[in-house]
């Protein structure tokens, strides 16, 4: 079992950069591979970034490329989401979720344990 707790949403200006933070506890919650979703208002809940177990690979969606990375501090127990260059389509409750295992996908189902999320709003 892993709990997560997603931090760092705010609201920021188009153009501008956030960081957020996914803290994970739970006596093995370094065994799993993590990503990032996002839902928009009245949107369904779509993929963002993924990385494996060992954190020797990274996905994103072809909306997040270029523009977002994904990492993780395996001493703190946090995988991290920085954002730059925020546009106001980026808005959305931003999710992390966790796997066992070291695969990482880019399907919500294939996730167990999801955060409460946080909230990103972009001005135009």
């Known amino acids: 079992q892993v709990q997560l707790v997603e931090s760092g949403g705010d609201l920021e200006q188009a153009g501008g950069s956030l960081s957020l933070s996914c803290a994970a506890s739970g006596r093995t919650s370094t065994l799993y591979a993590v990503a990032w979703f996002r839902q928009p208002p009245g949107k369904e809940r779509d993929f963002v970034a993924a990385i494996t177990m060992r954190g020797g690979a990274t996905y994103y969606a072809d909306s997040a490329k270029g523009r977002f990375t994904i990492s993780r501090d395996y001493a703190k127990n946090t995988v991290y989401l920085q954002q730059r260059n925020l546009q106001p389509e980026d808005a959305a409750v931003y999710y992390c979720?966790?796997?066992?295992?070291?695969?990482?996908?880019?399907?919500?189902?294939?996730?167990?344990?999801w955060g409460q999320g946080t909230q990103v709003t972009v001005s135009s």
């Open positions: 979720a966790a796997t066992p295992g070291s695969i990482a996908t880019n399907k919500a189902s294939d996730y167990a344990y």
